[in-house]
């Protein structure tokens, strides 16, 4: 399966006092990119109609080399699914220019209703048009 890619710009706020972003921001680009794969309209409808959304159950983050306030980070996701309730995410932030991953992520995703069950993942696919 190729990598989807989703584009994250670094502004000043998600950086620390050295310019460098801040680790638990790599989060929050690895959602967005996430998002970005499943649909946002697909992910509204599905809580709406069916009371289902996802949850981390896990993550796993190494980190290479910092990315700098100014840059555009792209974000490479690939899954799969590992049982009929969980989704595992490879994802990694490539710096521009770079020869490796400066972050890379591994993260467990499962399917819950809003009483927070477990509950087998609806199927689907990608959605059509990238966001960046």
């Not at 000043?12 to 921001?25: I, P, R």
């Not at 959602?31 to 009371?51: F, H, K, N, S």
């Not at 100014?70 to 932030?93: K, M, N, P, V």
Request: charged share 30%; aromatic share 14%.
């Amino acid at each position: 399966m190729e990598a989807h890619r989703f584009f994250v710009q670094i502004f000043y706020e998600d950086t620390d006092h050295s310019g460098v972003v801040y680790h638990a921001n790599y989060l929050k680009y690895f959602e967005r990119a996430r998002e970005a794969v499943i649909g946002a309209p697909r992910l509204v409808r599905l809580w709406r109609d069916q009371g289902l959304g996802f949850a981390v159950y896990k993550a796993t983050l190494d980190y290479q080399d910092g990315a700098e306030f100014g840059e555009r980070l792209e974000i490479r996701s690939i899954w799969r699914r590992e049982s009929d309730y969980r989704l595992i995410w490879t994802q990694e932030a490539w710096r521009p220019g770079a020869t490796r991953a400066a972050v890379r992520a591994e993260i467990h995703l499962v399917c819950l209703d809003r009483d927070r069950h477990l509950r087998p993942i609806p199927p689907w696919e990608p959605a059509a048009e990238p966001m960046d």
